[in-house]
Structure formats: C-alpha cells, structure tokens
C-alpha cells in the first residue's frame, strides 16, 4: 500500500470503506440476483395493472364506481361470485377432509397411489376436465344416460348450463389446492397424541374436537383462503358450464373489455374484485397467523 | 519448502461489531509453525467469529490477519490457501470420496494424472485407500470425518483450521479421532488452529490454548499451564473442576477466605486493593489421619457423594460450616466407599492451591 | 389394562368407520377421475354430437386432429410458447429464489409478495391489463407476447419450489467449496446446483404446463395467433365436433407421461416427497 501521499484519516477511511463493500457484496450480489425478475415483473406485470386501474379513475365523479357499486345488476353478480367462492370452498372442504385423513392413516403405497389420482387431474388442462364434466352432465351424458336406463328418472336432469354444472366444474379444479395442505399437516401429526389422549379417557369425538381439529386448523385455513381466493377470480368454468346464467365477476369484466371496449368499467370492476380478493387473502392470512401463534 | 517462517499465522487486533454486540474486540495471536493452537470458549465468546475472519467468511472492522507475513485481510477466500474442517464436514453429498478429495486440486487446475496421485495418497494417509469410489452417505462418522480431513490437507495448505470438527460424534469414536487428527497434523507440520468448547478435547490436542470469553483472549498458554495455574476465575472456572474461593489478603502471605477461615498463600502476594481467588483442584484434597497436621487441615462430614468408576467425588463441609470442599480420589483395594454422613478429616498443602485476582 | 387396549385398537386395526372412510376416498377419487377417463370413449366416437355411450366406434377424430393444420399450427404454436416460457421462467425464477433465500437486503419480503402475487390476483384482471398494455406496445398476436404474459404465471411456481429447495441446502457445502480455492460462481456451479437439479427439474416441468395449458392471456394477447387451449375453447363453444375428445385423450397421456417423469426426476413438486 502506498501510504506516502494520503494522511492516515483517509486511509482509515478508505480501509473502512473496503471492508464495509467486502462485508456487503454478497448481499448486493443477491439483490443484483433478484434484478432481472424484478425489472420482467415490474415492466410486464406492475405497470400494466397499474394502468388499467388508474383507468378506472377517470371522471371527476368516479363514474365507474358509481356504477359498479351502486347498479342493483353489477352488484347481483359480485354477491353471486362470493357466494359461489364460499359454496365451492365448503365443498371442497367436506370432500377434502376425510380423503387428506385417510391418505395421512393409510399404509404405503396407498397415500402415493392416492395422490397420483389427484396430481394427475390437477395437472390436466382445465379445457379438457371441463369437455370431460360436459360429456358427463349433459342432457345425452353419462350419468343421465344412466339414470334414464335404471329408471329412476324420466326427463333428463338439468346438470349442465347452470349453477349445479359451474359448482361441479370449479370443485373438481379446486379440490387439490384443498386436499394438499391439509394433507401436508396431517401428515406431520404425531400418532402418539390420538393415543395419548385415549390412554387419557378421551373418547373418538373428543379426540377429533379437541385435539385432531385444533391441530389441523392451519391446514383448513390455508386450503380455505386458496379455493376462496381462486374461486373469485374463476374465469372458464363459469364460462363453458353456466350456459351464460351464471355470472360471475371475471365473466362480467371480459364482457366489457371484449364486447363494449369500456376500459374504465372493466377497470372499476377490476378493482373491485381485486379488493374482494385480497380482503379475503389477508383476513385469512391474519387468523392463520393469530392461529398458528395460538397453537 | 519455503522460508523459515511459512506458516505462521498472525492476527492484530481484530475486532468486529454486530451493531450493539462487540464479538470480538482487538485480539492479538500468533500461531507458530507446525503449531496446533486451540481457541477454547463457551459459544459467544468470539471464537468462531475469530475463525471466520481467519477463514475469510468474515471480515474485521479493525484489524488485519497475516498468513506467512503476507496480509490477506481483504482476500477471498479461495486465495487463502486455508484447508478447513467443517463442523458437520460440508462433504459434497453428489461426489464420490474421491471426487470431494480432488475437488482443491481440480480448483487448482492441478493436471490429471498428479491429481489422481495425490488423492490416492492422501486417501492412504487417513486410512481409506480403498473408499474412493463410495458417495458421502455410504460412510460412517468417523470416515466422513477423515474424508473432510483429506479434503483439507491434500492441497498442502499453509493453515489447518478445524472448526468442532468432532461434535457430531459419540464419544469412543471422538476420542480416536482426537488422537487421529492430532497424529495427522504433527506427522505433516500443519500449522493448525482449532475451535472447541470442550475443555478436555483442548487438552489432549494441543500444543496452546487460548481460552477466549467476552470476545478477548482471557489466556494464552500451554494446556498445562493453562490447567495449572489458570489466571483469572474464568478461566480456572472453563477448565477442569475446582473449588473456587474469595478471599482477602491479610497481607503478602496470608488471606482470609469468606467465612473466616485463615489460609497461607501459595505465592507472595503483591498487595494491592482487590481481593484474590484461589482455586484447588479437587485431586489434590488429601484424606488424612487424626493426627495428620497440613497447610490448611480441618474436620468435616461427608455432604454428597458422586460414584464415577475409576474416581469418587466428595462434597465435604467442615464442622464448623465456614468451609465446603470438592475432593477427588481414585478408588482403589485401599480405598473404600465412604458414605453421605460420614466423618472425615481432610487437608491440603498451600502450594496446591493457585491464587489470581478476583476481580 | 385400559390403556394397553386403547394402543391396540390404534395401532392397525381397522374399524367399520374406517372402512366408510375409505369408501368416501374412494368416491371423491373417482369423481377426481371421472372427467379425465370419460374422455376416452368419446374420442374413439363414430358420431359428431355429444352422445353417450357412443353409437359406433372409429378413430377419425384423431384422424381429424392430425390432418387438419390449424389443430397442429396451435399445438406446434403452443409448445413453442411453453418451450420460451419453461426457458425464461425457470432462470429469472432461480436468480430471485436464490435472492430471497440467501440475501439481506431491505424490502426483501416486498420483493417476496410481488413474485407470489400472480398466483393471487384474477386471472382475467391480468389479461385485460396486458391486453391494454400491449396493444399500446403493438405486441398483440405475437408470439412471444404470450411467452412473456405466461413468463409471469410461471415464475411463481419456479420461486415456490425453488426457495424450498434452496432452504433445505446448508450453506457450509458452498463455504466449503470457496475455502478449498473456488470462487463463488465455481462454488453455486460444482457445489449448490448439483443437489439441486431435481427441484429444477420439477420447476421447469411446471413452468412448462402452466404454459401449455393456459387460456386467458393467450386469447387475448394471441389475436388470431391461437394456442391449442384457445383453438379447445372454441372447439367447445361451437360445439363443432369430438376432435376435442381426441385431443384431450392426448393430453392426458400426455400429463401421465410427465408425471412419471417428474416423480423419477424431480423434487419439490409432488406432495408425497419431503
């Protein structure tokens, strides 16, 4: 080092600096890292939404609130979609449930061959589970083919192109995002508490209430905000299997863009399930916190 | 080989700050060549804060680390020319043995035909001529240990660093690697330093310690001097067992301990205001006969007793209650169990005991 | 007494209740199913409508899949998509897991919620944003503009799975790496990556059929560019013919395929594994 020219402050600062910069390149390294992501979400993703919502805002009044928040039509469709979100979430969950407990009890090779069965649909196009249900529920489907030919129903029942076909339709897809984290929990439940609490006098329903549920409550809180979540944003099951009765949001918001070109509405309503969903996401997210700390 | 002092490493004054926390605060230590130097200290004294900035994963606020006088502060640390033994090895669990083992030389761009030859010897010098081949996983502690070993020392570094290289095995294994290591490193001069919290494992492998707290060097010396004459209550209370004793100096030859009883010093005692510790091995308590007379002597009941095969360990409080004192003896024919209530008169001489400052 | 037959009684033996539990699995895997088979006679149909069970069985729907240019313009259309997507996901992805898991950096957990935020919000919000947005960048019926709106669906699964793996990986290996002579990109190449690739192996399939299979930005950014999911949706809309049921049958093989691979290959992405 040559050290003849600088007074030994400088150089106590410059070796100061030097260490500092050696201390912290890794860390500048990983946000370096992160860099590229950021810029592709930010230019594609950020702004883009950025735009469409500051659309919404034109108009000293707000039009476009006005209309999506006081229109008896607008207002209909978005009670409609929560609804639908919360039915498909109930549903889910009853039919999750038990199946994410029996894959956590049952001896190998069953949990995997299980699972197998839910990766395989899941991982399938939407399009074709949703060509699949309309071979199954139409008026010439199987299950109406079926139940014609035992006699137990005389007119074809009405399963398709309404509420019942979209209920089936978005359980089917979101049934896995429900099964997963419960299973997940579950399978990291000690046996030995069950017995435990048994060898304790419990019986089999205290042991579930007390115990099984309490414990598996992040698990049902996770699946829950997933399925709600997705729901309210569903676009092409509604689409294919409401017939056009159902209306739910997303179908609402492609109307306006597609059909009308009215950027500031689609906007507005854009907004407004936006809020809707991440409202949910985040109570959600809050009791499963408050819950986990409890826990 | 190179000059007369490679391999010597020297740490200034190395200090480092984790905001409020001084981790380590102007430490100075040289380790000689061919030397095993162990850092001893409970966990956040500072001991591996001052392994890391050797290493090169850290780096000091003040200070400067030299390696052979070379300063290598500020360099990366694949420029060092360190080998390290990691806690839990950090073997590359997709190489085989003997990949991991080429790794440095590979690094080093070393040609094929010597790398193969180096790793085969050195696989020969801890004792796997044969394993090169099997992966990581295939191999049991004490064989994962001496491939992190091999891994180490194949590219003949200026410094060996082992940081608690031997934690993750049960005891019997540790005590054979202990010597393995130790044997390895003095049979290729590695100049080494060596982090532990395990006093007794200090003692058997090294040529120094250093015991370390609070970010300081609280003692640097021989594991003999070190267990001999520690020089301050921490240190005296990290090594070994002892009964530890305040006391006040009457004058330069006597003290009074706390409750009273008077004891003859060891050393002169300079004066000065504080008051002193004295610390007595519970190996040098003797059991002696009614009429035995020692430096400090005195009657008392047998309070505890610890059964620990080869020894047995007393807590004795004399009968007046003004003292209580840790005996160690071995258990011989001669030497019969005694039990919790039993009568005893113990003694010890003056020069047994170390005195230091207490404060 | 008591307890020891409380532990007998869990410890395997199954009870009637059991058995219902079974059965209610059964049934829901069955209903999980049941879409993905039916596909399979109808493919194998003679008749154009919708009719079940089929009245006579031929093969020239998948006749009509192979032959007729516009289906295999949208499947070449859409594997050439996926193809970019699974490419550009899976690098941009890696760097910002390794960021997220090893960095130390204000924001960082800012950074965190907008690379998982695609998951969250609509779909369909998304589409019309970019559509807007890249109707001003006259980027619409490119190509490579849906590779970039799918790029940003498939960066969260590459992220999700990738920061688990990098979690799992103990950083002493690449300690030990940099202080046996390697510098920190030879260390992340020979020492981190390696243990990796099944996760990325996973990661990548995912990027891949989250591409592959997604509608709603591809309709609106690929005017009349169509993918093989858009040329589906209108196939069902107009209800014109079971060459659907074909190209479903493929799709699903297709899906099983992948599957078997990923469960030999890969880490990450199939629940059953730690």
Same mark, same amino acid.
């Given at each position: 080092m040559s050290a003849s020219a600088t007074t030994p402050n400088e150089l106590r600062a410059g070796a100061l600096r030097r260490r500092w910069w050696r201390r912290h390149r890794d860390g500048f390294g990983s946000l370096a890292a992160a860099g590229p992501a950021l810029l592709f979400l930010l230019v594609l993703y950020l702004i883009p939404m950025a735009m469409l919502l500051a659309q919404s805002f034109e108009g000293a009044s707000l039009p476009h609130y006005q209309k999506a928040l006081t229109d008896d039509l607008y207002l209909r469709v978005l009670f409609d979609t929560l609804l639908i979100a919360a039915c498909v979430s109930l549903l889910c969950l009853v039919l999750a449930y038990p199946v994410a407990y029996a894959l956590s009890i049952l001896p190998s090779p069953w949990p995997a061959v299980g699972i197998a069965f839910i990766l395989l649909p899941f991982w399938t196009s939407v399009l074709v589970r949703t060509y699949g249900w309309m071979v199954l529920l139409g008026r010439n489907g199987l299950i109406n083919r079926m139940l014609s030919d035992l006699g137990v129903i005389e007119t074809p029942l009405? &399963? &398709?192109?309404n509420m019942t076909g979209v209920l089936i339709g978005m359980t089917h897809v979101l049934l896995p995002y429900m099964v997963f984290p419960l299973y997940a929990v579950m399978r990291r439940m000690d046996p030995n508490l069950a017995q435990a609490a048994r060898g304790l006098g419990a019986s089999g329903w205290d042991v579930f209430r007390r115990i099984y549920l309490p414990l598996t409550l992040p698990g049902v809180l996770a699946g829950m905000t997933l399925v709600f979540v997705l729901s309210i944003g569903f676009f092409i099951t509604p689409a294919l299997l409401g017939g056009g009765k159902v209306h739910m949001m997303a179908v609402l918001i492609e109307q306006q863009v597609r059909m009308f070109l009215n950027w500031g509405f689609a906007g507005a309503l854009s907004a407004v399930l936006l809020g809707a969903t991440l409202l949910v996401y985040i109570v959600l997210r809050r009791l499963l916190r408050g819950n986990m700390q409890w826990s | 080989m190179a000059t007369q002092d490679a391999g010597t490493l020297e740490v200034v004054g190395a200090t480092r700050r984790f905001g409020a926390v001084t981790a380590l605060a102007g430490v100075d230590l040289t380790v000689r060549r061919g030397e095993m130097l162990t850092l001893l200290g409970p966990s956040g004294s500072g001991k591996t804060t001052l392994l890391k900035i050797v290493a090169g994963f850290e780096t000091p606020d003040e200070g400067a680390v030299r390696v052979d006088g070379r300063d290598i502060t500020m360099a990366p640390p694949a420029k060092r020319d360190i080998g390290m033994v990691f806690q839990n090895y950090a073997?590359?669990?997709?190489?085989?043995v003997a990949e991991n083992v080429a790794f440095p030389l590979l690094m080093r761009r070393i040609p094929r035909a010597e790398r193969e030859r180096r790793v085969q010897e050195t696989l020969k010098l801890v004792d796997l001529p044969t394993h090169g081949g099997r992966l990581p996983r295939q191999l049991s502690g004490g064989q994962q240990q001496r491939v992190a070993l091999a891994r180490a020392v194949v590219f003949d570094p200026q410094l060996l660093l082992l940081d608690e290289p031997f934690g993750a095995l049960d005891r019997q294994l540790r005590e054979q690697m202990q010597l393995e290591v130790r044997r390895l490193q003095q049979r290729l001069e590695l100049t080494a330093l060596f982090v532990t919290h395990d006093q007794e494992e200090a003692l058997v492998m090294s040529d120094r310690i250093a015991v370390m707290g609070q970010g300081q060097i609280a003692q640097l010396g021989t594991p003999e001097e070190i267990y001999r004459?520690?020089?301050s209550r921490f240190v005296a209370g990290f090594i070994g067992e002892s009964n530890l004793y305040r006391a006040r100096p009457l004058d330069d030859a006597t003290a009074e301990l706390e409750g009273g009883m008077r004891v003859p010093l060891p050393h002169k005692w300079p004066g000065g205001t504080g008051d002193l510790g004295l610390m007595l091995r519970p190996e040098r308590v003797r059991s002696l006969g009614p009429d035995d007379a020692a430096d400090i002597a005195f009657d008392g009941l047998i309070e505890e007793v610890v059964y620990l095969g080869e020894t047995i360990k007393y807590r004795i409080r004399s009968d007046d209650g003004r003292l209580s004192v840790l005996a160690r003896w071995p258990l011989h024919e001669a030497n019969r169990i005694l039990s919790s209530g039993h009568r005893v008169r113990v003694g010890w001489r003056s020069a047994d005991m170390h005195s230091f400052p207490w404060s | 007494m008591e307890l020891r037959r409380g532990r007998r009684r869990g410890a395997g033996r199954w009870s009637a209740w059991h058995f219902g539990l079974f059965a209610f699995t059964a049934l829901v895997l069955l209903f999980l199913m049941a879409p993905l088979v039916v596909v399979f006679p109808m493919s194998l149909s003679s008749s154009s409508y919708l009719q079940f069970p089929p009245p006579g069985w031929s093969l020239r729907w998948y006749e009509q899949y192979f032959t007729d240019s516009t289906w295999i313009d949208a499947t070449l259309r859409s594997i050439k998509v996926a193809l970019a997507t699974t490419v550009l996901a899976t690098v941009l992805g890696t760097a910002l897991s390794f960021s997220l898991v090893r960095g130390r950096y204000p924001g960082k957990e800012f950074v965190n919620q907008i690379s998982l935020m695609p998951l969250i919000v609509p779909v369909i919000i998304y589409s019309i944003a970019v559509y807007g947005w890249f109707g001003q960048l006259k980027l619409i019926g490119l190509w490579q503009g849906i590779v970039l709106g799918h790029t940003v669906h498939a960066i969260p699964f590459v992220v999700i799975i990738m920061t688990a793996a990098l979690r799992t990986f103990d950083i002493a290996q690449e300690h030990a790496a940099m202080s046996l002579g390697a510098n920190r990109a030879q260390a992340i190449w020979h020492v981190t990556l390696p243990p990796l690739r099944p996760s990325l192996i996973s990661a990548a399939f995912l990027a891949f059929i989250s591409s592959f299979d997604e509608l709603v930005v591809a309709m609106f950014l690929g005017g009349s560019n169509m993918t093989l999911p858009k040329k589906m949706f209108d196939n069902i809309v107009n209800e014109i013919d079971p060459t659907i049921a074909a190209v479903s049958v493929i799709q699903v093989v297709l899906v099983t395929v992948i599957l078997i691979l990923v469960s030999k290959l890969g880490s990450g992405a199939v629940p059953t594994e730690r």
């Amino acid at each position: 080092m040559s050290a003849s020219a600088t007074t030994p402050n400088e150089l106590r600062a410059g070796a100061l600096r030097r260490r500092w910069w050696r201390r912290h390149r890794d860390g500048f390294g990983s946000l370096a890292a992160a860099g590229p992501a950021l810029l592709f979400l930010l230019v594609l993703y950020l702004i883009p939404m950025a735009m469409l919502l500051a659309q919404s805002f034109e108009g000293a009044s707000l039009p476009h609130y006005q209309k999506a928040l006081t229109d008896d039509l607008y207002l209909r469709v978005l009670f409609d979609t929560l609804l639908i979100a919360a039915c498909v979430s109930l549903l889910c969950l009853v039919l999750a449930y038990p199946v994410a407990y029996a894959l956590s009890i049952l001896p190998s090779p069953w949990p995997a061959v299980g699972i197998a069965f839910i990766l395989l649909p899941f991982w399938t196009s939407v399009l074709v589970r949703t060509y699949g249900w309309m071979v199954l529920l139409g008026r010439n489907g199987l299950i109406n083919r079926m139940l014609s030919d035992l006699g137990v129903i005389e007119t074809p029942l009405p &399963l &398709l192109n309404n509420m019942t076909g979209v209920l089936i339709g978005m359980t089917h897809v979101l049934l896995p995002y429900m099964v997963f984290p419960l299973y997940a929990v579950m399978r990291r439940m000690d046996p030995n508490l069950a017995q435990a609490a048994r060898g304790l006098g419990a019986s089999g329903w205290d042991v579930f209430r007390r115990i099984y549920l309490p414990l598996t409550l992040p698990g049902v809180l996770a699946g829950m905000t997933l399925v709600f979540v997705l729901s309210i944003g569903f676009f092409i099951t509604p689409a294919l299997l409401g017939g056009g009765k159902v209306h739910m949001m997303a179908v609402l918001i492609e109307q306006q863009v597609r059909m009308f070109l009215n950027w500031g509405f689609a906007g507005a309503l854009s907004a407004v399930l936006l809020g809707a969903t991440l409202l949910v996401y985040i109570v959600l997210r809050r009791l499963l916190r408050g819950n986990m700390q409890w826990s | 080989m190179a000059t007369q002092d490679a391999g010597t490493l020297e740490v200034v004054g190395a200090t480092r700050r984790f905001g409020a926390v001084t981790a380590l605060a102007g430490v100075d230590l040289t380790v000689r060549r061919g030397e095993m130097l162990t850092l001893l200290g409970p966990s956040g004294s500072g001991k591996t804060t001052l392994l890391k900035i050797v290493a090169g994963f850290e780096t000091p606020d003040e200070g400067a680390v030299r390696v052979d006088g070379r300063d290598i502060t500020m360099a990366p640390p694949a420029k060092r020319d360190i080998g390290m033994v990691f806690q839990n090895y950090a073997l590359f669990p997709h190489m085989t043995v003997a990949e991991n083992v080429a790794f440095p030389l590979l690094m080093r761009r070393i040609p094929r035909a010597e790398r193969e030859r180096r790793v085969q010897e050195t696989l020969k010098l801890v004792d796997l001529p044969t394993h090169g081949g099997r992966l990581p996983r295939q191999l049991s502690g004490g064989q994962q240990q001496r491939v992190a070993l091999a891994r180490a020392v194949v590219f003949d570094p200026q410094l060996l660093l082992l940081d608690e290289p031997f934690g993750a095995l049960d005891r019997q294994l540790r005590e054979q690697m202990q010597l393995e290591v130790r044997r390895l490193q003095q049979r290729l001069e590695l100049t080494a330093l060596f982090v532990t919290h395990d006093q007794e494992e200090a003692l058997v492998m090294s040529d120094r310690i250093a015991v370390m707290g609070q970010g300081q060097i609280a003692q640097l010396g021989t594991p003999e001097e070190i267990y001999r004459a520690p020089s301050s209550r921490f240190v005296a209370g990290f090594i070994g067992e002892s009964n530890l004793y305040r006391a006040r100096p009457l004058d330069d030859a006597t003290a009074e301990l706390e409750g009273g009883m008077r004891v003859p010093l060891p050393h002169k005692w300079p004066g000065g205001t504080g008051d002193l510790g004295l610390m007595l091995r519970p190996e040098r308590v003797r059991s002696l006969g009614p009429d035995d007379a020692a430096d400090i002597a005195f009657d008392g009941l047998i309070e505890e007793v610890v059964y620990l095969g080869e020894t047995i360990k007393y807590r004795i409080r004399s009968d007046d209650g003004r003292l209580s004192v840790l005996a160690r003896w071995p258990l011989h024919e001669a030497n019969r169990i005694l039990s919790s209530g039993h009568r005893v008169r113990v003694g010890w001489r003056s020069a047994d005991m170390h005195s230091f400052p207490w404060s | 007494m008591e307890l020891r037959r409380g532990r007998r009684r869990g410890a395997g033996r199954w009870s009637a209740w059991h058995f219902g539990l079974f059965a209610f699995t059964a049934l829901v895997l069955l209903f999980l199913m049941a879409p993905l088979v039916v596909v399979f006679p109808m493919s194998l149909s003679s008749s154009s409508y919708l009719q079940f069970p089929p009245p006579g069985w031929s093969l020239r729907w998948y006749e009509q899949y192979f032959t007729d240019s516009t289906w295999i313009d949208a499947t070449l259309r859409s594997i050439k998509v996926a193809l970019a997507t699974t490419v550009l996901a899976t690098v941009l992805g890696t760097a910002l897991s390794f960021s997220l898991v090893r960095g130390r950096y204000p924001g960082k957990e800012f950074v965190n919620q907008i690379s998982l935020m695609p998951l969250i919000v609509p779909v369909i919000i998304y589409s019309i944003a970019v559509y807007g947005w890249f109707g001003q960048l006259k980027l619409i019926g490119l190509w490579q503009g849906i590779v970039l709106g799918h790029t940003v669906h498939a960066i969260p699964f590459v992220v999700i799975i990738m920061t688990a793996a990098l979690r799992t990986f103990d950083i002493a290996q690449e300690h030990a790496a940099m202080s046996l002579g390697a510098n920190r990109a030879q260390a992340i190449w020979h020492v981190t990556l390696p243990p990796l690739r099944p996760s990325l192996i996973s990661a990548a399939f995912l990027a891949f059929i989250s591409s592959f299979d997604e509608l709603v930005v591809a309709m609106f950014l690929g005017g009349s560019n169509m993918t093989l999911p858009k040329k589906m949706f209108d196939n069902i809309v107009n209800e014109i013919d079971p060459t659907i049921a074909a190209v479903s049958v493929i799709q699903v093989v297709l899906v099983t395929v992948i599957l078997i691979l990923v469960s030999k290959l890969g880490s990450g992405a199939v629940p059953t594994e730690r």
